[in-house]
Each structure stands twice: as structure tokens, then as C-alpha cells.
């Protein structure tokens, strides 16, 4: 079953991201996109190109996810596995440190 995310940037809904049978999806959603004011998520993912495909998770979101001892936590406190990168993102990245949060589009809403 493919997951699918939010992406919040300063605490606006700035896009959906997919996992797909070919990989990743971004995709800004018009409304954010609408104003020139709201910064991309990223230099590697500018508000100037609505969709972005990929084979692998973005690095930009691929980055977010935890590394080293806290990975081991997140991996053996929710049950992933360390290449299920969607997984590890939406279970980890809800409060990110900095503009960027994610969360689970099918069973969370942002506060």
C-alpha cells in the first residue's frame, strides 16, 4: 500500500508527496503555489516546477530522517524498517526542527 504525505512548510500545506509503484511523487498544491511569497521546501524542489518525480525519496526529505542511535529508536519503537524511507518520514518528521513538517495525509491532520 503507497503512502501519501503533507508536506507543511511554516506551518502552511505546501504540497502532497507520494510513493508510487515507479518511486516519489511532489506535488505544491496550487494555493501555495498561487503566492510568490511562500518560499519552496527546497532549492532542489522550487516553487517555479509544480511536479517532481523520482526514482528514490527525494534527498531533501531522505535528509529529515533520523540517522544513527535515534534511527535505531524510531526503527525498533515503531517497527519499520530502515527502507521503508516513507515510513521512517511520516513516523519521524511530524515536528521537524526548522519550516518543514510532514504528515500522514490518511490519518492525521496538522495542528
Same mark, same amino acid.
Given at each position: 500500500m503507497h503512502k501519501t504525505a503533507i508536506v507543511w512548510m511554516h506551518g502552511k500545506a505546501a504540497g502532497e508527496?507520494? +510513493?508510487?509503484?515507479? !518511486? =516519489? +511523487?511532489? +506535488? =505544491?498544491y496550487d494555493e501555495y503555489t498561487a503566492n510568490s511569497d511562500n518560499p519552496a521546501v527546497s532549492l532542489t524542489l522550487p516553487t517555479t516546477q509544480k511536479n517532481f518525480k523520482s526514482n528514490v525519496l527525494f534527498s531533501f526529505f531522505d535528509g529529515l530522517i533520523p540517522e544513527g542511535w535515534l534511527l535505531? %529508536?524510531?526503527?525498533?519503537?515503531?517497527? %519499520?524498517?530502515? !527502507? *521503508?524511507?516513507? !515510513?521512517?518520514?511520516?513516523?519521524?518528521?511530524? @515536528?521537524? %526542527? !526548522?519550516?518543514?513538517?510532514?504528515?500522514?495525509? *490518511?490519518? @492525521? +491532520?496538522?495542528?
Open positions: 508527496l507520494k +510513493e508510487t509503484a515507479d !518511486g =516519489y +511523487e511532489f +506535488e =505544491y535505531d %529508536i524510531a526503527t525498533k519503537s515503531w517497527k %519499520i524498517k530502515t !527502507g *521503508d524511507r516513507m !515510513g521512517l518520514l511520516l513516523a519521524c518528521c511530524k @515536528e521537524c %526542527i !526548522g519550516a518543514v513538517s510532514i504528515t500522514d495525509k *490518511d490519518n @492525521e +491532520e496538522h495542528e
